[in-house]
């Protein structure tokens, strides 16, 4: 499955993320906040403004993998 979330930022929130395209997003193309167990795995984040893929505050134990 490819998408784009443009021009939104796409908020993680108790799921897995996974190959999905995420670009062109004004300032963070993919945040995730207060998650645990998760896997983001097989994207393409890109061009995105200040972050591409942030992992934030009360994040633990996920796991990123390829992503282009």
Avoid: K, W
């Avoid at 490819?2 to 997003?25: D, K, M, W």
């Avoid at 906040?33 to 403004?49: A, F, L, V």
């Amino acid at each position: 499955m490819q998408r784009s979330f443009a021009p939104e930022t796409f908020i993680l929130t108790n799921c897995c993320l996974r190959g999905c395209s995420v670009y062109y997003n004004y300032m963070v193309g993919v945040s995730q906040n207060g998650h645990s167990n998760g896997t983001i795995r097989d994207n393409q984040i890109y061009e995105n403004g200040a972050e591409g893929l942030t992992i934030d505050i009360r994040s633990h134990n996920n796991c990123v993998y390829n992503i282009n």
